[in-house]
């Protein structure tokens, strides 16, 4: 993995105060008026300092009356998100202008922080619309296979699924297992002839399950196998080079772990994949055009999806999500939740009437923490939580009747000690 370590500190606290500032005045303007404050620098051991967290903390609007652990559903934007979305679209108003320009240097940033180039980098509106781009912009016959797991999200599966209707592609699925060895072992069993396509989740977003990606994109490479992967969870909880992912392709959120703005979305398309795949919907800025010369030929590069005018505003905040996380460290944030989950499973274990489905080898699991309730019903114990104050997911995909506990950077060890006291005295009562 590329080091994260080189982060500019003093900019993240310009960007903390400054949002500590505002939200300590009631009423007060986020708009061009503000002035920076200044900056102090932050000590080599700040991060192990719980001091610190607070102060991350307090960078999101948040209410205080329930405990969100839902960021694998939606990620909240911390203040200096919006008040660059807000900055940006008062300026872009101001002149009327779409502000197109502005987008490389967004990219350039999102190609640093995803470890590609930025001609791999298309800008989307989430993680469901880059997996239509691919599935609908690969060469796919009658016939021919894709391999997928049964924990696919369906922002994730049903494009594959909706070209068996309309093109007469074949699926396979396999169960994933509980080990890297394992998945990998299954996947090589279940790779046939036919198939074509290898599409599956990075992470899961049901048990939290890590694939190997890495050993898969190689197996996949010496077949001739095209490698998919649905990356809505690991951005932004995580450091990641997709590069070493060996994937051809990879579609993820900026709603989730990258605590981006509504309606963004990253799509990376390797080089070599450039020749071999169109987008399936063309316009203005995706190719070489000339009408009165009936002239098309399209962009090599994975931007030839970004067709039509776009909400630079929006983009711009995508970068500034990604910018603030940088400055924490994603090593920092991975190791953060994954104390904060590691917690969360060391009390599960004390409760006989939950089953654990995320995996325990280090390996395969990130920040997540899927749990199965024994005791009661999947939606009654969500509706129980939600009653004391907690905001959890349901996981109905694929019959689990599960229950989804997501940490990232705004939780504390004091609300995962809170959600399992409530979970004992629930089973208790």
């Not at 912009?137 to 797991?149: A, C, H, N, T, W």
């Not at 009165?292 to 905040?317: C, W």
């Not at 905001?391 to 939780?411: D, K, Q």
Request: charged share 25%; with cysteine.
């Amino acid at each position: 993995m590329r080091s994260r370590e080189s982060i500019n500190r003093r900019s993240f606290l310009a960007g903390t105060l400054g949002a500590l500032s505002a939200l300590a005045v009631p009423g007060m303007s986020f708009g061009k008026s503000v002035s920076p404050p200044v900056t102090p620098k932050i000590g080599p051991r700040s991060v192990e300092d719980p001091s610190f967290w607070e102060m991350i903390r307090a960078q999101f609007l948040l209410t205080d009356d329930r405990v969100y652990f839902n960021n694998g559903g939606l990620g909240p934007s911390p203040r200096r998100v919006i008040d660059r979305v807000y900055q940006a679209t008062l300026e872009l108003e101001e002149i009327s202008e779409t502000g197109h320009e502005k987008l490389e240097r967004v990219r350039e940033d999102a190609a640093r922080f995803l470890g590609c180039d930025p001609e791999e980098i298309a800008f989307t509106r989430s993680t469901t619309e880059g997996m239509n781009y691919v599935a609908r912009g690969l060469k796919l016959r009658p016939g021919d296979e894709v391999l997928m797991s049964t924990h696919e999200h369906p922002g994730g599966a049903m494009p594959w699924v909706a070209l068996k209707s309309e093109l007469g592609i074949r699926i396979r699925l396999f169960e994933p297992a509980d080990t890297a060895e394992q998945n990998y072992d299954t996947i090589a069993r279940n790779i046939g002839p036919k198939t074509r396509v290898v599409s599956i989740s990075h992470m899961t977003c049901t048990t939290g399950t890590v694939f190997p990606v890495a050993q898969i994109a190689e197996l996949c490479h010496e077949k001739g196998i095209v490698f998919v992967l649905d990356g809505a969870h690991p951005p932004g909880q995580m450091p990641l080079d997709l590069h070493e992912t060996g994937a051809d392709f990879y579609a993820t959120s900026g709603h989730k772990w990258l605590l981006g703005p509504k309606g963004t979305g990253l799509l990376y398309v390797r080089k070599e994949m450039h020749e071999h795949w169109r987008p399936a919907f063309v316009g203005a800025y995706s190719a070489d055009y000339d009408l009165d010369r009936l002239f098309y030929k399209p962009i090599r590069q994975a931007k030839t999806v970004e067709y039509g005018t776009r909400n630079i505003p929006l983009l711009l905040g995508l970068g500034e999500a990604m910018s603030f996380l940088n400055e924490i460290g994603l090593e920092n944030v991975r190791k953060h939740n994954l104390a904060l989950c590691n917690m969360l499973i060391e009390g599960l274990w004390d409760l006989p009437e939950v089953r654990i489905l995320t995996p325990t080898e280090p390996a395969s699991r990130g920040s997540i923490v899927t749990f199965k309730p024994l005791k009661f019903t999947m939606q009654e114990t969500i509706d129980r939580m939600a009653e004391r104050g907690f905001r959890l997911r349901p996981v109905g995909e694929h019959g689990l009747n599960a229950i989804r506990v997501s940490c990232h950077i705004y939780n504390t060890p004091e609300q995962v000690e809170a959600l399992l006291l409530e979970l004992r005295k629930l089973f208790a009562s």
